[in-house]
């Protein structure tokens, strides 16, 4: 499976939306195992949510109800809709798949 590649990043006021893509060649709906991290400087690298096989969505309690997992079989792409976004969101959006499979990561700014 290839490295994913993040996207969807960007700067947006307190209140706004950003979707991210994840997008892996070799993800299928029956190997699916995708999860968003999250991480700024100086901290710990934080899980924000995941979605499987047999998961339709898991979310970290900071996240939960304003963000939305889901997985296009289409185009191997898992998204991640952000919604009611709040300044303390604002990091770099990193994307793993299989477990081990890391990608370069995708800024997201939220601004008041």
């Known amino acids: 499976q290839a490295q994913p590649v993040e996207s969807g990043g960007g700067s947006v006021q307190a209140g706004g939306s950003l979707r991210l893509s994840c997008t892996a060649s070799?993800?299928?709906?029956?190997?699916?195992?995708v999860a968003w991290y999250r991480q700024t400087a100086g901290k710990q690298r934080e899980w924000v949510s995941g979605i499987g096989r047999r998961v339709a969505g898991l979310y970290a309690d900071s996240v939960k109800g304003r963000f939305t997992i889901s997985f296009d079989k289409g185009n191997d792409t898992v998204y991640l809709q952000m919604n009611s976004l709040k300044p303390e969101d604002t990091a770099t959006y990193i994307c793993?798949?299989?477990?081990?499979?890391w990608g370069q990561g995708t800024q997201v700014t939220v601004s008041l």
């Open positions: 070799g993800v299928t709906s029956n190997n699916l195992d």
């Open positions: 793993r798949t299989c477990g081990r499979y």
